[in-house]
């Protein structure tokens, strides 16, 4: 074998490493789930939610699978785990000493829970990036007869670690006309939830938006407070909140003011897991001035969606925003509108 051979030898070599590095060098997939027929299946447990177990395989895929269809689960990771009654856990996974109990072994020891119960589990040594859940919709439409052009866009993305999640939130519906002002509705929010025994829940937002239709062209408001979870179930979610928020507003016209709110909350939100997917929320929030007496506004924002194919979606949105003394006089007290658009869950 002469010297150039053996440099194409060896650079086969590495690209044959190279080629092979993904299997050689990932973790194995040790988890072990067994559904109620019988069936055991090994991969990585992600998580709960919404009444789906996501189990990540070398074989077949990313599997979500009907919580009430599972007999008992074991992985050694450590998990963030809720259950009905707003009792929270973290520990390793492993069949209980009953059909229809799971062990979680804590650093206090093990506790024993009725499979059923949980509503919730995440996995806690997972990367940042593979934390990270969000969804994207867009939308647009266009009417010849008045040259009216609509574009609508929503996103978000949100990571949780053990007691608490952080969520982003950008919206935006821009309408354009021949003859007429442009429109422009948007925001962008920044939150985050932590949570208690009983679900109870601390709450703390901040949001920068726009709504030159309601009279300001910039509005950035910080809030927090408390509330607690009425309903949390695997198909349905309930809060109550209360709190206080300061407000800078900049109107079209006139001068900027600074506002002190008391605050009220309520969120729904209700999940089929049943193909076709369908999630249905509602948000409605109530706000009271406190140092500009008999100024109230009020925020409502409900949206559907429905599965099309494995993470794609279209979803019907409506929103309705009132304001009893807008920050520009002459203004129209409310505003609201519909939206249909395509999305991606990721």
Same mark, same amino acid.
């Given at each position: 074998?002469?010297?150039?051979?053996?440099?194409?030898?060896?650079?086969?070599?590495?690209?044959?490493?190279?080629?092979?590095?993904?299997?050689?060098?990932?973790?194995?997939?040790?988890?072990?789930?067994?559904?109620?027929?019988?069936?055991?299946?090994?991969?990585?447990?992600?998580?709960?939610?919404?009444?789906?177990?996501?189990?990540?395989?070398?074989? @077949?895929?990313?599997?979500? @699978?009907?919580?009430?269809?599972?007999r008992s689960v074991t992985a050694s990771a450590p998990f963030d785990v809720d259950d009905l009654q707003g009792n929270l856990y973290m520990g390793a996974l492993a069949p209980g000493a009953h059909v229809g109990k799971l062990t979680i072994v804590t650093a206090d020891g093990e506790r024993e829970v009725d499979l059923l119960s949980l509503v919730r589990m995440r996995r806690l040594n997972k990367s940042l990036w593979k934390r990270l859940d969000?969804? @994207?919709?867009?939308?647009?439409?266009?009417?010849?007869?008045?040259?009216?052009?609509?574009?609508?866009?929503?996103?978000? @993305?949100?990571?949780?670690?053990?007691? !608490?999640?952080?969520?982003?939130?950008?919206?935006?519906?821009?309408?354009?006309?021949?003859?007429?002002?442009?429109?422009?509705?948007?925001?962008?929010?920044?939150?985050?939830?932590?949570? !208690?025994?009983?679900?109870?829940?601390?709450?703390?937002?901040?949001?920068? *938006?726009?709504?030159?239709?309601?009279?300001?062209?910039?509005?950035?408001?910080?809030?927090?407070?408390?509330?607690?979870?009425?309903?949390?179930?695997?198909?349905?979610?309930?809060?109550?909140?209360?709190?206080?928020?300061?407000?800078?507003?900049?109107?079209?016209?006139?001068?900027?003011?600074?506002?002190?709110?008391?605050?009220?909350?309520?969120?729904?939100?209700?999940?089929?897991?049943?193909?076709?997917?369908?999630?249905?929320?509602?948000?409605?929030?109530?706000?009271?001035?406190?140092?500009?007496?008999?100024?109230?506004?009020?925020?409502?924002?409900?949206?559907?969606?429905?599965?099309?194919?494995?993470?794609?979606?279209?979803?019907?949105?409506?929103? *309705?925003?009132?304001?009893?003394?807008?920050?520009?006089?002459?203004?129209?007290?409310?505003?609201?509108?519909?939206? !249909?658009?395509?999305?991606?869950?990721?």
């Open positions: 074998m002469n010297r150039g051979d053996g440099w194409r030898l060896g650079a086969l070599g590495w690209v044959a490493l190279v080629l092979a590095a993904p299997h050689l060098w990932a973790a194995p997939r040790t988890d072990v789930v067994v559904l109620r027929n019988g069936d055991h299946l090994t991969g990585e447990v992600q998580q709960l939610e919404r009444g789906y177990l996501r189990l990540k395989t070398d074989d @077949i895929g990313t599997l979500e @699978i009907e919580w009430d269809k599972v969000g969804a @994207i919709d867009l939308g647009a439409s266009y009417t010849s007869a008045s040259s009216l052009f609509k574009l609508d866009f929503a996103g978000n @993305i949100s990571t949780e670690r053990p007691g !608490f999640e952080v969520r982003a939130d950008a919206n935006a519906t821009l309408s354009s006309q021949t003859g007429v002002d442009d429109t422009q509705r948007s925001s962008f929010s920044l939150s985050y939830e932590r949570r !208690f025994e009983g679900r109870w829940v601390a709450l703390a937002r901040g949001e920068v *938006e726009r709504n030159r239709e309601l009279g300001f062209d910039l509005r950035g408001s910080a809030a927090g407070g408390g509330g607690r979870y009425l309903v949390q179930d695997r198909n349905d979610k309930l809060m109550a909140a209360v709190g206080i928020s300061t407000n800078r507003e900049v109107p079209i016209e006139g001068e900027t003011t600074t506002n002190v709110e008391a605050l009220a909350a309520l969120t729904y939100d209700r999940f089929a897991y049943d193909f076709p997917k369908v999630d249905i929320s509602v948000t409605l929030v109530g706000f009271a001035s406190l140092n500009h007496g008999g100024r109230y506004r009020v925020e409502a924002d409900a949206g559907l969606k429905r599965e099309l194919v494995k993470d794609f979606y279209a979803t019907l949105r409506g929103y *309705e925003s009132y304001d009893s003394r807008p920050a520009t006089e002459g203004v129209p007290r409310n505003d609201y509108g519909a939206t !249909f658009a395509l999305g991606w869950t990721f």
